[in-house]
């Protein structure tokens, strides 16, 4: 079993990141769970909507017929919105699980599964209505939703409208900073929201816009920290009003659930509490709706900034590394240099691309999925270029350049350099689209012309390619 057999990007969301355009993670329990029908697909559509508006690119994640996918059709969409049976919450513990019942089997990825699928495919920021947390009475079930784990161990952004209101809040902040996330408000105050309310009485750091929260997720990538981050978006006001009715529900059935016992029940506290809350305030999920939006909205917004910030930290470099000829023990000529296939093809692309950006190649390492080129070296055979458009797969020829033997010096470092040499002529190109296949070629070309020149150099990399 590989990687490619159970993760399926979007054509659209892997062009945008294999272009570097901001990509906005949406999950889908609240379609398979979360929503009535037929208001669950209008909002998955209409959250996507708003992503798009705000510039960045949706990518709703499901399970669907034994294959994680990431960006959903229209029809994808329109299904796991419809479907009855075999509709699982596909949470990190039972991704697998969900997976392995195969065809015909949905599943709606929650809070936790669709941060480390987002993860896996590279996407760095995710929207959702609101998050799980510490259940009231925890202290004796140990009901704690996964999502606050996740959030401690996987590098996703979440924008979300605080913890569910029938949680322990004030627990769930507790937690969370225990697990080394950082929690944070859009609200002006720094109150953390409370789903339904923008207010909670509990308050965090706050951020002023989009562009403070990119620059604090910029910085928690440059340290290389491997936890999420929270940000909690007010519910808009126009849905306050509404909010207040609906906070006062529950904070009624929570009265009702202790004087009843429920909340001594562990895990079937909180569907109790869900159901006495819709029946006492109807318009829950018109509200449910208006602070998904927003909250998809925001999270474009970020995404967008978080670009911003990244191109804005790119510095030009013009170093050039190398070793002066040392030492020798006997008569001849000894050279030492630096060496490695890394250190070949990054000394390469260094020489030809001195004062490109270092940061430009940051994320360079990306899934299989999401590769449309190869160049497969065949030695003195030549390179064969293959590239995948869409579902059709193009193959050109491209012959090795001729070699004059009586200049050939060292065979070491040939290959690094061709490496070198493409990846700087890709990154002059500066196009923001895939190459077409003569670009292809002329990459080719470039890269074995400098080639070459390594061959007649006594270095492991030509000093020079002119």
């Not at 909507?49 to 960045?56: F, Q």
Request: glycine residues 8%; neutral net charge; aromatic residues 4%.
């Amino acid at each position: 079993m590989t990687l490619r057999a159970c993760l399926s990007v979007s054509g659209g969301v892997r062009a945008a990141l294999h272009e570097g355009r901001p990509v906005v993670a949406l999950e889908s329990t609240i379609i398979t769970h979360g929503l009535p029908r037929p208001i669950n697909y209008k909002t998955a559509v209409a959250a996507e909507e708003a992503v798009r508006k705000a510039g960045a690119e949706p990518a709703t994640i499901a399970l669907l017929d034994g294959k994680a996918h990431v960006g959903l059709t229209r029809s994808q969409l329109a299904r796991i919105a419809e479907a009855k049976e075999n509709v699982y919450k596909a949470s990190r513990a039972n991704l697998a699980q969900t997976l392995a019942q195969g065809k015909g089997h949905v599943g709606g990825t929650t809070v936790s599964g669709t941060m480390a699928l987002a993860h896996l495919a590279g996407i760095r920021i995710f929207a959702t209505g609101g998050i799980g947390g510490v259940h009231r009475g925890a202290e004796s079930s140990m009901d704690i939703s996964a999502d606050l784990v996740e959030l401690g161990r996987t590098p996703v952004a979440v924008f979300s409208s605080g913890a569910k209101s029938i949680l322990d809040i004030p627990r769930t902040l507790e937690y969370l900073e225990t697990q080394g996330v950082p929690v944070m408000s859009f609200h002006p105050s720094g109150e953390f929201p409370s789903f339904y309310s923008a207010r909670s009485g509990l308050h965090v750091p706050s951020v002023r816009d989009a562009h403070d929260a990119a620059r604090i997720i910029a910085y928690n990538r440059a340290l290389q920290l491997q936890n999420g981050l929270l940000f909690g978006v007010p519910i808009p006001a126009e849905f306050e009003k509404e909010g207040a009715v609906i906070q006062a529900a529950v904070e009624r059935a929570v009265r009702e659930s202790v004087e009843l016992g429920i909340d001594r029940q562990g895990k079937l506290a909180t569907p109790w509490l869900l159901r006495r809350v819709a029946e006492l305030a109807q318009q829950s999920v018109t509200s449910n709706i208006g602070l998904v939006l927003n909250n998809a909205r925001v999270a474009a917004e970020c995404a967008v900034a978080l670009e911003e910030v990244s191109q804005s930290n790119i510095q030009p470099s013009g170093m050039r590394i190398s070793l002066p000829a040392v030492h020798s023990t006997a008569k001849g000529h000894v050279r030492f240099s630096l060496g490695g296939v890394a250190q070949n093809m990054a000394s390469a692309a260094q020489t030809i691309l001195a004062d490109r950006a270092s940061a430009l190649v940051d994320d360079a390492s990306m899934l299989s999925e999401l590769v449309d080129v190869q160049l497969i070296k065949m030695g003195p055979l030549g390179v064969l270029v293959v590239h995948r458009c869409g579902d059709q797969t193009q193959v050109a020829y491209a012959p090795a350049h001729a070699l004059e033997a009586s200049k050939l010096v060292n065979t070491t470092g040939a290959g690094d350099t061709f490496t070198g040499a493409v990846v700087a002529a890709l990154c002059e190109m500066q196009t923001g689209a895939s190459p077409s296949m003569e670009q292809l070629l002329s990459l080719v070309d470039r890269g074995q012309a400098a080639a070459l020149r390594t061959l007649y150099s006594d270095e492991a990399v030509a000093p020079s390619f002119t």
